[in-house]
């Protein structure tokens, strides 16, 4: 190889090491960012490292945990589900009027995903029959289903006082809530499901190109079902444990709700034209968003700023994944 020949392999080496390296940070912007917020906050606030402080950050934010990963087969499929706040309000109320009316907790408690899954399954069978756009037929049946949220309650509160009703949201083991361990059985249960199964598959054929998936023989309202469901499930799941822990059914508790999922999912990275995506991802925006809220609250910094670095986070994050899908 004459001298020449070796500078061109030897330049062409070292673009390809900078291409990758920026490919590498694009790709994995939203785990950077976390590890950036985790390390400036060790650094400021020696709070915010404790066992008392993690331990709360996982429990509090296990809901949205589970929501979110369930999320993620939604939009990586290319659809949206508006109806997840309003799911978890209806799972919630019905919860807590049947511990209220029975005095079974566990029952009570199981039919909060019960319910979330025949709404979600609701919402399949009306998109795939109706042949209505995810966004606009959840954002009807969200309004249906705060209304019978409310109907339920009568607008007020259903206080729960049945012994035992708390344990799913306040109970330790170790030291750590049980919705912690109930959070991370559900995430790995849905990321093997996303990343290691032949219905994974057919989410991401489905969400990146619906006519191809259908030529190659995937039944595509059927993935679309078993989308919504698990969405409605994991919303349902969600509420089981939110309405334990405060022990009251809120008609109006799951508000805003479905934008913070959504929001979560699209920070993670996932892309929201469908076909691209991970659980992993989707964790990983849930608790960038939960941090800088921490952050706030340990440094005592001004809340009304939070939403907005929330925000300019958010925009960074998606402006990366945009310019990452434009380089390829």
């Known amino acids: 190889m004459t001298k020449q020949a070796e500078n061109t392999a030897v330049t062409q080496v070292r673009a390809q090491a900078k291409f990758s390296v920026k490919t590498v940070a694009i790709e994995y912007a939203v785990l950077i960012l976390l590890c950036a917020v985790l390390i400036a906050l060790a650094i400021l606030s020696p709070s915010f490292f404790t066992f008392a402080n993690i331990v709360n950050i996982l429990n509090q934010n296990a809901p949205l945990v589970i929501i979110a990963a369930a999320g993620t087969f939604v939009i990586v499929s290319g659809n949206f589900d508006l109806s997840t706040g309003a799911i978890f309000s209806v799972a919630g109320v019905v919860s807590a009027w049947l511990a209220v009316t029975l005095g079974s907790v566990w029952i009570a408690l199981l039919a909060a995903p019960a319910v979330g899954l025949v709404l979600g399954a609701f919402n399949g069978v009306i998109i795939t029959r109706l042949k209505v756009h995810s966004f606009l037929a959840t954002l009807a049946s969200s309004m249906i289903f705060t209304t019978i949220a409310v109907l339920v309650t009568g607008g007020s509160l259903i206080t729960v006082t049945t012994p035992g009703f708390t344990i799913l949201g306040r109970t330790r083991i170790g030291g750590i809530f049980i919705a912690v361990f109930v959070m991370i059985l559900v995430v790995a249960a849905f990321w093997l499901l996303l990343s290691r199964t032949v219905f994974g598959r057919h989410v991401f054929a489905v969400g990146g190109n619906k006519e191809a998936a259908e ?114």
Do not use: C
């Open 215 to 328: 030529l190659s023989g995937i039944r595509i309202n059927r993935v679309q079902v078993y989308v919504m469901t698990l969405s409605g499930l994991a919303a349902g799941s969600a509420a089981a444990i939110g309405v334990s822990r405060i022990a009251s059914g809120q008609p109006l508790a799951g508000s805003g709700l479905e934008l913070s999922a959504i929001a979560a999912v699209i920070l993670g990275g996932t892309s929201i034209y469908g076909g691209v995506g991970a659980v992993w991802r989707s964790i990983s925006g849930v608790f960038l968003i939960a941090l800088i809220g921490n952050g706030f609250d340990l440094l005592n910094l001004n809340p009304q700023l939070k939403d907005m670095v929330t925000g300019v986070i958010i925009l960074a994050a998606v402006g990366l994944a945009a310019a990452g899908r434009t380089r390829r």
